[in-house]
């Protein structure tokens, strides 16, 4: 469903390049997690995959870039956004500032996919109890908070039912119980098949939820597999990733000579049961 192969990237006038000979595949109905320290490459990552890059950036890429059976770089990208949703890291600059409330703001991307009306107000309905928002549809777009906002922006591209969502750091101004909805309602449109690639620093929601997640550094995949195995990778603190709590945890353990079973805990449910608690 996604398959980059010897992407290589350079914003417009830059000296250096910002993804280097990347490759990636994702299979369909996956959720990738992807980290990296800030300036890896994360947000030029999903830009490339969802074709603001090179179309609206400019800029020289190398590769192939093949997303929900289109060829992004060849295909304009008014058509490539109905494959492939892209949720901004700042969903201010997602609004389109083009119309009133925020149903309006909502149905904007359904107007220019052609659906008709009544098939509109269904799928905005839906959208909207999906992520708690129905009380907001009068509202302007701008009279809203950050997180508001947010779920707006993740609203608009889940109304238009891509093939492939990416996702920039999509819960950074929710608090703790919408994060968990937004990671909730996300898991489970990979069941149905979407596609989902999230760039996130949350490494606990990503244990938790993600099928696999990708560690960016130095322009490359440097590391991708099991959540799990990823995430309590001790080469994360050399790639500026960081650790959750309970990864710290049960390696001071271990280096205070602490029996500490089985694989390193990257959640609390891990934990739970590294510590025999579990269940
Ligand atoms: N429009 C641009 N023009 C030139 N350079 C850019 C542009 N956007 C990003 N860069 C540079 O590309 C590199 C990667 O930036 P990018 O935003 O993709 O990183 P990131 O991993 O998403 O970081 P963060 O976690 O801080 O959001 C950085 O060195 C950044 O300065």
């Known amino acids: 469903m996604i398959a980059l192969d010897h992407v290589t990237y350079a914003y417009p006038d830059a000296a250096v390049t910002v993804l280097t000979d990347l490759s990636l595949h994702v299979p369909r109905g996956t959720l990738c997690g992807v980290v990296g320290a800030s300036g890896a490459g994360k947000s030029t990552l999903a830009k ?20 929900g059976g289109i060829d992004v770089p060849q295909t304009p990208l008014a058509e490539a956004i109905e494959k492939v949703g892209l949720v901004t890291q700042n969903p201010f600059n997602q609004i389109s500032g083009a119309k009133f409330t925020v149903r309006e703001e909502i149905a904007f991307g359904l107007e220019n996919l052609g659906i008709e009306r009544a098939e509109m107000i269904m799928r905005i309905e839906a959208v909207g109890e999906l992520l708690r928002i129905s009380h907001l549809m009068d509202r302007s777009p701008y009279a809203l908070s950050g997180g508001q ?4 922006a993740i609203a608009s591209m889940l109304v ?12 950074s101004q929710l ?17 149905d098949g979407t596609t989902v690639v999230l760039l996130e620093h949350k490494l606990e ?26 995430l309590s990778d001790e080469r994360l603190t050399q790639w500026g990733t960081g650790s959750t709590r309970y990864t ?13 079973p089985g694989p390193t805990p990257v959640s609390f449910d891990d934990a739970l049961l590294t510590f025999g608690r579990g269940a």
């Open 175 to 191: 608090d703790p119980g919408g994060t968990r909805m937004v990671f909730d309602v996300v898991s489970e449109l990979t069941r």
């Open 160 to 171: 238009m039912r891509p093939a492939v969502l990416v996702m920039d750091e999509p819960t």
């Open 205 to 230: 929601q990503l244990r938790d939820h993600a099928d696999q997640v990708v560690v960016l550094a130095g322009g490359r995949v440097a590391l991708q597999g099991e959540p799990r195995e990823v």
């Open 48 to 67: 490339v995959l969802s074709g603001f890059v090179p179309h609206a950036e400019g800029g020289e890429l190398a590769g192939s870039v093949q997303v």
């Open 149 to 152: 906002m947010q779920l707006v």
């Open 248 to 260: 710290q945890a049960a390696r001071s353990a271990r280096d205070r000579g602490l029996d500490v």
